[in-house]
Every structure is written in structure tokens, then in C-alpha cells.
């Protein structure tokens, strides 16, 4: 029986999903309904069914089927290929191989020969039928890097029995932990090169390998293009685990000192039988994860740099403490600033910033490899670890002829690399040693030899030096040179342009001449250079002696330029009477007395060092007379120094001189000289030594054929200042009203400046009470006199009041200034005449009053009688009895009561309205009372009831006080002018109510008013001596009528109860004893006031 | 009384306290030891308080107390109180002489590895003075005529190879440890030996005395 299986038929139903190929599929689902027909029909038959092929390399197939048990044993088969070469196989098995047929359908006839009979079963089959199953893989190789954590995996791909150009794909599986957890599934793509190939592959694990066991597998899938049938994954691998860590690092926490990149993530493990209680990572606590029974994990995210000594992790269990430390740091940063230069063109020094710190200290700190690329060699950085903060340098041996290197400085740590490039022309990159070993020598005055040494084999370049040379007298200069670089480090230069007899400090610096860096200064050294003639004749000028017989050159040391060396001597030349005559003057002498007694010569000086003698500098010693008399001239000076002019002059021919002298000196008159050029029509005289205030003598020379003349003579000051002393002066005469005042010049040392004038000061004043000293302008008390004459040295003062002091002051000034002055004190003498009419005017008053006086009562007797001594009736004569007759009839038989004797002593004086103020025209005195009655009566009202009172008569007496000297008398004469004339009306009114009150009048004729009265004048005379001084102060006087018994006791506080006065005034009327006195003539007004009152002079 | 006074002179050489005039016997040198250990636990005190922040937490944290696992080779102070008392002098001195001499090997160890140059010159300066105790400790022990503990025994105690960075760091940990404890024993050890030296010394002076006043 034949089954015909027409898998061809049945392939379009069968997919593969794996394979993504949608004849797969086709595949698998006709190798099912294969099945399934062939199971019914075997079953049925107990014949061989289900025919499965597959194949593991495409060039063998190996197919099977299923036969039933009850006829499968001792049955024999025999298959054959249905019209093929191929020989019939016979085997007892229910598979075989064959080899791979053609793409087209096969016919197998399978013969199964049994004892219950023989069957032949057909099966139809081709490739498609056919599935590819890879024979499984065994991992050739696998190993640990427990270090890093990673696994590296090898197998061989049997590429030598599979069809080349097939691409496989490997999957490969890494579990881990007890119960084998997958780490990571990774694929990959390969193509068979049509031999055996070893592939490899490498994983590394987040946690450390030590931590638990790792297990790999692999499987593949072969996808052959040109294979019409299906493919399907191979078998897994054999599952292989890692071996443990090694024994020698038995260690319980994993990773051990680590050095990671900051920022990355880690697991850290502990493997300990105990359990694990807590984990700390630094000084932060971890929760832990365990991994199997006796690990557990603790995962840290974004480490952070670590500490110089690293980051600890520590495990701790019951019994024990576990840890590691690990290290996070940064890669090395790219190395900043790389230089290389060279300082000898020996060696390359190569020099860097190493950037940002990489947290990484000790043997993981950045390890530093210079490479140089054209000569393949490269420098390894030794660091020095005392210096680790310094710039890191690298030192590169130069190779010889080699000018251009490429540098590559490589940076790496633990946790990675970086590298800069540098390219460097050695020839431009030279910073040379500091030169050192500077030595000088000489060529001539003005030339030198510098010798240095600078190591270094610079004979290939040419070399750049700067030579720094100092002098004290001309600063700083410098010069650059070029030197060829020599191998021999040794370099001479000559140095020219020197000034001779100089102390100069040299030091010298270098560069290439394709400039980069100087070098440092080398030391200094200094040298004098060698002496030189000198290059000029000293500056002479001569002086005649006083007596004309001798000469004085003088002349000036050479300056430290000119001299050129160390002045030895000065050689003076010249003829005389006797001959040439030769002098020799040593050094610091600068100064020769020559005698030539007014003969004219040459002189001649040179100065001479060791080097040789100056050119001459010669004079003559004569004067060219000045043909006219020359007038001194005044200047003075502008700031500093003393300007000149003076007007061009074709005849001189050489030159203009000034000299100058302080003009108080003695002869011969000579500070110092100064010459100009002949074409020269001004100068400017400025002398260090010019002090203001001192007068100094100028003389002008014109040259006219090597012979000077006399141009002019100046006296001038650089600044004038005020006379240091004052003018002193005394009075000659003095007079009634003038003083004749006599001075002396000042001496000019003291004027210190052009006299100006004088200013004289009077004052009219008591001794020591001056105000002149301490002067200001617009005083009207005190008179100036400006004296501008000063030629004038008397003065007399006019107008001036008898017996008066005067303070006198006497200023001279300049244009600097006024002067101190000197005071004086005078008193003019006493004006007799003035006093005879201050006698004779008041006794002609007297005399006149009492004549008109007597004349007026001689003319209105009768009225005077009727008034004050009218007729009395005598009583006898009286009609007392005949009261009824008129009194009125003026009966001159009419007599009253005889009352005789009987003298009127009180006077009642009822009204004195009539005004007559005709005595205050007189006096020119106001009274207080009159100024001011208001006040005087408000305030105290009573005072006027004893100043009005006066006695009412007396004139004869007046005189008779006024011829002696009042002051001292006892007896106190009163001109009670207010009761001859009439008063002003307040007083009065004021009396009147006193006369109301009882006081009534009462003449004060004998009252006891004695020297209290100097007293009086003596207490207030200072405070009130200015003029007059109306006695105001009411207040010390006594408030009781005069006539009390406590007034006339006259103690102190009354005194001025008593003072003689007028009435209007109160003034007092004596004048004091000694006239003098400033109590006398303050104190009151004297008589000389009385007869003098104009203003004061 | 001439009599006295020559038997006292003929006695007088025999006087141990005048016989040391020229030498004043192990005294001071034990006091100087006795300072210089009270001031090397001072100096310590400053080092150990910067080394153990070096080192990090927890080796920094007031209350670590590691297991002493991984530092057995370190020379250990602690001793059971009886045991101590029964060591002599000679022993208890040699015993410390041994102790530094490890110790300061340790140190020196100590000194290559730490990284800042600033913890270097610290431990120099203390290893300096470490083996200044050592020195006197020799001193005292030849002033009381012990003989030096034997050199040989030195490279059994010389420091481990290098090994993890923890494990030196706990190593690092109980050398300052047990030089804490070191220095503490034997401040004790010189103050015993110094109240012991004393009375001797003061009976002598005594005696001393009493024969002056009987001259």
C-alpha cells in the first residue's frame, strides 16, 4: 500500500514566527498535517509514518519516523530513493541519513520487512520539508574579570561545516544569583567565513562578579538564503558559571578599591555567611538588597568625589565590620597652558596646567606622558610629591638637529585620559639662563669690555642681549645688542659711548634673536671708567684788591662732565714785569692772588688731571673804563631769580658776565659770576643761595675784545621783606603844641628791602594807655603822618595841646612790608598864657556881674524894697484900732508891729517862671537834668530837691576860690547860677514839691564839705575820665535834704552831696592840684578844659 | 667626739647617695621619660583626631569600635591587671621597649602612605618623637642595668604587604589605638617606677642629713 503524502500541496498553510518568513510557517503547518495523516494511516496499518527530516548543516538529512511498537521490533527497513543513484539503505532503526537531495520531490519507499509481513510505505520529499536545526554550541571558553566585573565568553562557530556567507545570529543569556535571574539577553549578528571562527563576547555586570554566581548559555540561528526549508534556533548551550574570585583575595566586599568616575552608579556587595545588619557608605547609612543567602547589596547613585583617602563602605554584621573603600574622582581635565621652551637649545622644558583637580590623590593621581612624535620617544612625569602644587614641568632631552617637535602631552588616571598637542620651533622658544659672571674691562676713557657667561649651546642661533647701563649722573640708558650664540657659554661685548671717569653700573640681559622671553637680569656690576682730559677750561673771572695792587682770579670747578677725571691741580699762567710767570694751585682751592699792580695782562688757567690739562680759559686783568657815570639801579627780583636786560651791542664780542655780592660783605665784592653769549640780551640770574631780604650788589660786564667793561650796576633783592628793626628816634624839642621828632637811618642788613617811606603815628593819651601798637587803619583818635621823603629824618607834630601826653610811633617800610615801630611817650609843656586867661575871664565875669548886678539894684532899689524890705507900719503909728482904714492907702504913717531886728534869712521862692538859660550858652554843658528830667524825676525824685539847691549868692567868693586853689580848701564856694538865673522849669517844679513837703530852702554857708571832695574825684575819675561826665549817678548820692544831719556828717556815701558843681552840670568847679595827674584831668573839667574846648588836635 | 667624727669620715665613702654625686642615678631620666610620655599622648591626642578624619567615616565617628581582626600583628597594650602587677621592672620596661620599637616601625609604614604632605609632616615630627621615648626608655633601662630586649624578633613585626585599602585603613586605626593605649601604660608604667625609685633616693638623703648634724 502506497500513501502519497503531497507535502507540496498541503505548504501553503504553516508559518514560523520566529524567522519572520512567511514559508515557515507554510512549513511547519504541512510537516503537521504530514503527521497527522501518516499517525492515522500507521496506526491503521502499524506501517511507518510521520517522516521528519531535518538537517544540521544542509548537507546531511537526517529524517525518522514513527512506527508502531507491535510491529517495530525485529522489523527490518529498507529505504530507497525512488529513481536515484543513491543505494537502498537497510537498518533496523526508524531514522537514516541521507545525504542532501536535489530542490525537486523525491520519492522514499520505505520496505519494512517484518515476520507478520512486509509493507512498503511511500513518502514524497524535498528540501522544504526539510528543517535546519544548528547542531548546539558549546562555549569554548568563558572567564571572569572580577576587577572590572566582566565576563568574557568565546565559542567556535563550526563555520567549517555550515554553508559559508550564512549569517548567524547568537543569543546569549548571563543569569545570576541562586534562582538564576536573568542579568542581560544579548544578541548578536555574525557571518560564516566557511571555516571554524572563534567569537567572543564580554559583559560587564553592575555588581561585582564576586557578589553571586553568574551562569551564560548561548543558542544561534542559522538563516541560509539559499535553504527553502525551515530554520530553527539551535539548542541552548550547556549553562556555564564562573569560577570564584581568586583564593588569595578572599575578600568580603566587593568591588575593593575602586576608582570610578564621579557621577556613576555602583553596587557594592558583602558575602558573609552572618547576616549583614547595616551598611554605610561614608558617613550616609544604605538600605540593603540582598542577592542570595549570604549577600546582600547596596546600590549608590551619582557618587560624588571622594576624600583624599577614598570613600569607606562598610558592612556590619553581629560579629564583624566589612569594608572597602572606594575612589570617585574626575578624569584628568586636558591639559591647559602647555609651553615648551628651552633655556640651554639641551633640553625642552615643557610645562602645564593640569585644570580641575581630579579628586584623586596618591598612585591614582594623573600619571603624565610628554611624547614627541617625530622622534617616537616620550618622557614619563615623576612626581614629586612635595611639590605637587607647583606647575607641573616635564624636562625633554633635545635631539641634535632636530628643531621642531610635535608634542603630545597624554594625561591619564584611573577613570580616563586626555591629551594635548603642542608644536614647537626650539629656535623660537628660547628663554635663556640669567647671564652671571659679568666682568668689565677697559679699551679707553669712553669704551669698555663686557664679559659674560650664559650656559647654553646657542651656536646656532643668534643671540639678543640688553645692556642696562646706569650712570648716577645721567639716569638710565639702554642698548641692545646681538651676540652670535657661542657653544662655549662665555661672551664679550664691547660697550662704547661712556662718559670718562664714571662710576657705571652694568647688567645685562639676553633673549634670541627671534624674540620669546628675556632672561633675568644678571647681577650688577659697576666700574669706573678710565680718566680723560679734561674737556674744557674752568670758568674764571678776577677781582681787583681795594688797593689795586694785586688781582684775585677766581674760577669755578669743572663739572663732573667736563673734568673728566679726578682734578688734580689747576695751572695759572701769565705775564708780569718779570715774565711768564707760572702758579700752580692744587685742587679744592679755586682762587689765586696775583700781584700786578694795576698792569694789564692775560691770565690763563687750565685744569689738569692725570689724564692730561684742560683747554686755557684766559682773561685780562684789566677793566675797560665805563665812560660814563654809571647809576645804580634798582630791581628786584621775579620768583627764584633775578631778571635782566639789557640791550643788544654789536662791539661785544665775547661775552656778558653778571656778577653779584651780597652788599653788606666786605671787599672785594664777589658771590658768584655767571657768563652769556655776546648775542644775548637778557638773563636770568638764579642762585641757590639767594636769601630774600638781603641786598645783593649786581654788576654787568660786557666783553669787547677779551677785555671787560663795566655795562651796569644794580643793587636789587630776589624778594623785599619788611625792615627787621624799627627807626630809631628822639625827640628833639617839645613845646606847648609841638614835638620835633629826629630818626636815624636803618642799617641795610636791617631794612631788608627798598625803604619806602615812614609812617608816624601820634595819640593823644595817658602813659601806658596806647592803643597805637596794635594799629588799625581808619582810627580816627589816632593820626598818621606817611613820610615818602625818605630822605627827610625830622618831623615836627603842630597843633598839638599843652601839658598833653602823646604816644608817638615811628614805622619804616618797604615793599615787603611794614617795619616794627618805636613808641614814644611825650608830654607837651604847659601853656602859661591860657592859664592867665583862664583866671582873668572869671574875674572879669565877676567883676562885670557884680557891677551889673550892683547897677540893676541900684536902679530898681525902690522895687527891690518894696519887694523884699517893704516899709513895716509902725505899730505906734498903727491904727490897730482903726482896722476900718485902708491899709491900701500906703500911708506911710501907717505903722505896723515893729518886728526889727529882723533878717530875712528864709527866702521863699514861690514861682521862677521867667527862663533864662542864658548860662548854658556860656558852658556848652547840658545838665542831665536838663538832657533827661523825666527820667531823673520819675526814678528819684527827691535827688533834684537836693541838686537843685544851691546857695543863692556869694560871687564875691567865686573869685576868691578860683585865685586859691580851690581843691584845697575847706571852704566850698557854690555858684547857685539857678537861683541868680531862672532854672529849667522841671527842676523847679520838682523843688516846689519838696518846698510843699517842709523841706524848704535853706543856704548852705557853712557846711563842712572838706577833702572829701578830692575823694570824691579821686573814686571817680578813672572810670570816668574821657571828658566830661555828668553826675549821673544819683544813686551814691543821699537821699536826705542836705541840711540832715547825716549829709553834713558827710561820710563816704555822701560825699558827692558836697562837691562843688554847677548847678546845671553838676560839674565840679575846682580843678585838682596836680594837673598832670589823669585823675586831675579826667576827673572833671579843669580850667585849661574850661578855656580850651576845641577839639583835640 | 674626734673619735665620732673620724668614723664618720673613714664611713663616709660608704654612703651610697654621696657616692652619686657625680651620677644622679635613673631619677631624672625616668621622671624625663615619664614627661616625654605624657607629652607624646598629648602630641597623639593632635595627630589621631587629624589622621582618623583622613581616614573618613566611620573611622572618625566618636563611637567606631571595629573588631581588632585584621590588626593582630600590632604589639596590644592590654594586659590582665594581675599579670602586670607580677612583671618586674625589667620586664614591664622591656616589654614597652618592645612595644615602641614595633610600634614606630608601624609608624614609618604609617607615614609612606598618607597623602597629604601635611599629615606627613606630622607623623614624621611624632615619629621623631616616638623615638625619643625609645631612646630614654633604653636610657632607663641601661640606668638600671637591664639589658635591651633582643633586635632579632624585629621582622616578624615588620608591617604587612600592602593589602585593600580598608583593611590598612583598620590597621591604621588600631596603631593609633593601641599607641593611645601604649602611651597611657606606660605613663603608668614610668610613674610606678618613679614612687619606687624615690624612696631610696629620700632614705639616703635622709641619712644623709643625719650624718651632717652629727658633724
Not at chain 1, 680 to 687: Q, V
Request: net charge negative; glycine share 6%; proline share 6%.
Amino acid at each position: 500500500m502506497e500513501v502519497y503524502f503531497y507535502l507540496r500541496l498541503l505548504s501553503k498553510t504553516g508559518e514560523n514566527k520566529r524567522m519572520k518568513n512567511s514559508s515557515k510557517f507554510q512549513w511547519l503547518s504541512s510537516v503537521i498535517f504530514l503527521y497527522l495523516v501518516n499517525q492515522a494511516h500507521g496506526q491503521k496499518r502499524g506501517v511507518p509514518h510521520d517522516l521528519k527530516c531535518i538537517t544540521h548543516n544542509l548537507k546531511v538529512w537526517d529524517c525518522s519516523w514513527e512506527a508502531s511498537s507491535r510491529i517495530n521490533h525485529g522489523t527490518t527497513y529498507e529505504i530507497c530513493i525512488v529513481n536515484s543513484s543513491y543505494p537502498c539503505i537497510q537498518t533496523e532503526k526508524t531514522h537514516f541519513e541521507i545525504p542532501a537531495l536535489s530542490l525537486a520531490e523525491h520519492e522514499i519507499k520505505i520496505s519494512s520487512m517484518h515476520v507478520s509481513g512486509n509493507s512498503v510505505t511511500k513518502f514524497i520529499l524535498n528540501e522544504r520539508s526539510v528543517s535546519l536545526v544548528p547542531a548546539t554550541l558549546q562555549i569554548f571558553n568563558l572567564t571572569a574579570d572580577f576587577s572590572t566585573s566582566t565576563l568574557y565568553i568565546k565559542w567556535n562557530d563550526n563555520g567549517s561545516v555550515l554553508p559559508r556567507h550564512s549569517n548567524v545570529t547568537w543569543e546569549i543569556v548571563v543569569l545570576y544569583k541562586e534562582d538564576m535571574e536573568v542579568a542581560t539577553i544579548a544578541t548578536l549578528n555574525t557571518t560564516l567565513i566557511g571555516k571554524d571562527s572563534l567569537h567572543h563576547w564580554s559583559w560587564t555586570s553592575d555588581i561585582p562578579l564576586e557578589c553571586t554566581l553568574h551562569y551564560v548559555k548561548i543558542r544561534y540561528y542559522i538563516d541560509e538564503l539559499h535553504f527553502s526549508g525551515q530554520k530553527e534556533w539551535s539548542e541552548w548551550s550547556p549553562l556555564r558559571n564562573i569560577s570564584g574570585p581568586p583564593i588569595k583575595e578572599n575578600y568580603e566586599v566587593f568591588p575593593q578599591d575602586k576608582v570610578v568616575p564621579v557621577g556613576s552608579n555602583m553596587t557594592f556587595c558583602c558575602v558573609v555567611e552572618e547576616p549583614v545588619l547595616t551598611a554605610q557608605f561614608g558617613s550616609e547609612r544604605c538600605s540593603l538588597i540582598r542577592l542570595d543567602n549570604k549577600s546582600v547589596a547596596i546600590e549608590i547613585n551619582n557618587i560624588t568625589v571622594s576624600p583624599s583617602s577614598g570613600t569607606n563602605v562598610v558592612f556590619t554584621t553581629k560579629s564583624n565590620m566589612y569594608g572597602t573603600v572606594v575612589f570617585a574622582g574626575y578624569p584628568p581635565d586636558i591639559p591647559r597652558k602647555l609651553n615648551c621652551e628651552t633655556r640651554d637649545l639641551k633640553e625642552i622644558t615643557c610645562s602645564w596646567n593640569p585644570g580641575r583637580p581630579t579628586g584623586l590623590v596618591g598612585p591614582r593621581d594623573t600619571n603624565y606622558i610628554l611624547y614627541e612624535r617625530f622622534s617616537g620617544r616620550n618622557v614619563t612625569y615623576n612626581r614629586d610629591e612635595e611639590h605637587m602644587n607647583e606647575n607641573h614641568q616635564l624636562i625633554f632631552q633635545m635631539i641634535a638637529g632636530q628643531e621642531i617637535y610635535n608634542f603630545t602631552l597624554k594625561a591619564s588616571n584611573p577613570v580616563g585620559r586626555s591629551e594635548a598637542v603642542i608644536l614647537v620651533d626650539v629656535t623660537r622658544k628660547v628663554y635663556p639662563h640669567t647671564p652671571s659672571k659679568l666682568i668689565v674691562s677697559d679699551i679707553d676713557p669712553t669704551a669698555i669690555i663686557l664679559h659674560w657667561h650664559l650656559s647654553g649651546n646657542f651656536a646656532n642661533i643668534t643671540l639678543l642681549c640688553e645692556i642696562e647701563i646706569n650712570t648716577a649722573y645721567s639716569g638710565q640708558e639702554l642698548r641692545n645688542i646681538t651676540v652670535k650664540g657661542l657653544e662655549t657659554s662665555s661672551y664679550r661685548v664691547s660697550v662704547d659711548r661712556l662718559m670718562p671717569y664714571t662710576m657705571y653700573t652694568f647688567r645685562i640681559r639676553c633673549s634670541s634673536e627671534n624674540f620669546w622671553k628675556w632672561s633675568k637680569w644678571s647681577n650688577e656690576k659697576q666700574y669706573l671708567t678710565m680718566e680723560g682730559v679734561p674737556s674744557k677750561g674752568p670758568d674764571i673771572w678776577r677781582e681787583w684788591s681795594a688797593d689795586g695792587k694785586s688781582v684775585i682770579i677766581y674760577w669755578k670747578p669743572l663739572s663732573i662732565n667736563e673734568a673728566n677725571g679726578k682734578i688734580l691741580s689747576y695751572d695759572i699762567s701769565y705775564w708780569s714785569e718779570e715774565g711768564k710767570q707760572h702758579l700752580k694751585i692744587p685742587d679744592p682751592q679755586h682762587r689765586a692772588k696775583i700781584q700786578l699792580d694795576r698792569n694789564d695782562c692775560i691770565i690763563s688757567v687750565v685744569a689738569r688731571n692725570s689724564a692730561g690739562s684742560s683747554p686755557p680759559s684766559k682773561i685780562t686783568s684789566m677793566e675797560i673804563p665805563n665812560g660814563e657815570n654809571l647809576k645804580v639801579e634798582q630791581i628786584v627780583g621775579i620768583g627764584s631769580g633775578m631778571l635782566f636786560h639789557w640791550n643788544y651791542d654789536p662791539n661785544m664780542t665775547c661775552d656778558y658776565v653778571i656778577k653779584w655780592c651780597n652788599s653788606t660783605r666786605s671787599e672785594p665784592c664777589l658771590i658768584d659770576w655767571k657768563k652769556f653769549p655776546a648775542n644775548s640780551t637778557g638773563a636770568l640770574i638764579e642762585y641757590d643761595n639767594f636769601r630774600s631780604g638781603t641786598r645783593y650788589n649786581f654788576f654787568l660786564y660786557g666783553c669787547k675784545n677779551q677785555k671787560y667793561q663795566l655795562l651796569r650796576s644794580v643793587v636789587g633783592y630776589t624778594e623785599e621783606l619788611a625792615p627787621s628793626v624799627a627807626p630809631n628816634f628822639t625827640v628833639e624839642d617839645t613845646s606847648a603844641d609841638s614835638i620835633l621828632v629826629k630818626w636815624e637811618d636803618i642799617p641795610v642788613e636791617d631794612l631788608r628791602g627798598f625803604l619806602r617811606g615812614y609812617l608816624f603815628y601820634f595819640e593823644k593819651g595817658e602813659k601806658g594807655t596806647s592803643k597805637i601798637q596794635g594799629l588799625e587803619s581808619g582810627r580816627s583818635d589816632v593820626k598818621v603822618k606817611n613820610i615818602t621823603d625818605i630822605t627827610q629824618k625830622t618831623l615836627r607834630i603842630v597843633d598839638l595841646q599843652g601839658k598833653t601826653g602823646y604816644h608817638l610811633l615811628l614805622q619804616a617800610y618797604t615793599d615787603g612790608g611794614i617795619g616794627p615801630g618805636k613808641a614814644m611817650y611825650v608830654v607837651t609843656k604847659e601853656n602859661s598864657e591860657g592859664l592867665i586867661i583862664a583866671i582873668l575871664i572869671p574875674v572879669a565875669v565877676a567883676v562885670f556881674v557884680g557891677v551889673v548886678t550892683s547897677i540893676l539894684c541900684y536902679r530898681k532899689r525902690e522895687w527891690i524894697k518894696e519887694t523884699f524890705y517893704p516899709d513895716i507900719p509902725n505899730p505906734e503909728n498903727s491904727k490897730a484900732l482903726q482896722f476900718h482904714k485902708s491899709i491900701c492907702e500906703g500911708s506911710s504913717t501907717l505903722k505896723t508891729l515893729e518886728m526889727n531886728p529882723c533878717t530875712p534869712n528864709n527866702v521863699e521862692v514861690v514861682e521862677t517862671r521867667s527862663a533864662a538859660p542864658k548860662i548854658e550858652e556860656d558852658t556848652e554843658i547840658k545838665s542831665p537834668v536838663a538832657d533827661g528830667p523825666e527820667e531823673g524825676s520819675d526814678a528819684e525824685p527827691e535827688n533834684h530837691v537836693v541838686v537843685s539847691y544851691c546857695p543863692p549868692i556869694i560871687e564875691e567868693e567865686i573869685a576868691s576860690a578860683g585865685g586859691e586853689e580851690a581843691g584845697g580848701s575847706s571852704q566850698v564856694i557854690y555858684i547857685d547860677i539857678q537861683s541868680m538865673y531862672q532854672p529849667q522849669a522841671k527842676p523847679e517844679e520838682e523843688l516846689e514839691k519838696d518846698s510843699v513837703g517842709g523841706a524848704g530852702y535853706k543856704p548852705q554857708m557853712h557846711l563842712p564839705v572838706t577833702s572829701t571832695v578830692e575823694n570824691m574825684i579821686a573814686a571817680d575819675g578813672l572810670e570816668k575820665a574821657a571828658g566830661y561826665r555828668p553826675q549821673t549817678h544819683v544813686t551814691a548820692w543821699n537821699l536826705d535834704s542836705p541840711d540832715s544831719p547825716r549829709s553834713i556828717d558827710s561820710n563816704s556815701e555822701t560825699v558827692s552831696f558836697g562837691s562843688p558843681c554847677s548847678v546845671n552840670s553838676r560839674q565840679f568847679l575846682i580843678p585838682p592840684k596836680d594837673d598832670e595827674s589823669p585823675k586831675s584831668s579826667n576827673g572833671g573839667w579843669s580850667f585849661t578844659h574850661f578855656f580850651q574846648n576845641k577839639p583835640n588836635d | 667626739m674626734l673619735a665620732c667624727l673620724c668614723t664618720v669620715l673613714w664611713h663616709l665613702p660608704a654612703v651610697p647617695a654621696l657616692n652619686r654625686t657625680g651620677d644622679p642615678g635613673p631619677g631624672p631620666s625616668i621622671q624625663k621619660t615619664y614627661d616625654l610620655t605624657r607629652y607624646l599622648e598629648h602630641q597623639l591626642r593632635s595627630l589621631a583626631g587629624t589622621y582618623l578624619n583622613y581616614l573618613g567615616p566611620p573611622f572618625n565617628e566618636p563611637d567606631f569600635n571595629p573588631p581588632r581582626l585584621s590588626a593582630e600583628a600590632l604589639p596590644s597594650a592590654t594586659v590582665d591587671f594581675n599579670v602586670w602587677r607580677s612583671l618586674n621592672d625589667h620586664l614591664r620596661l622591656a616589654q614597652n621597649y618592645q612595644a615602641y620599637s614595633h610600634l614606630l616601625c608601624y609608624l614609618r609604614g604609617l607615614d609612606r602612605h598618607a597623602a597629604t604632605a601635611e599629615l606627613r609632616r606630622s607623623l614624621a615630627h611624632f615619629c621623631t618623637s616616638l623615638q625619643g621615648l625609645l631612646g630614654s626608655i633604653a636610657g632607663v633601662m641601661a640606668a638600671l642595668g637591664y639589658p635591651l630586649p633582643p633586635q632579632g624578633a624585629e621582622p616578624s613585626w615588620a608591617p604587612r604587604p600592602p593589602h585593600s585599602d580598608f583593611l590598612q585603613k583598620m590597621d591604621d586605626f588600631w596603631l593609633l589605638k593601641e599607641l593611645q593605649t601604649w602611651l597611657w601604660r606606660s605613663a603608668k608604667d614610668f610613674n610606678r617606677l618613679k614612687k619606687k625609685m624615690q624612696p631610696s633616693a629620700a632614705a639616703v638623703t635622709l641619712r644623709l642629713e643625719a650624718a651632717a648634724s652629727d658633724l
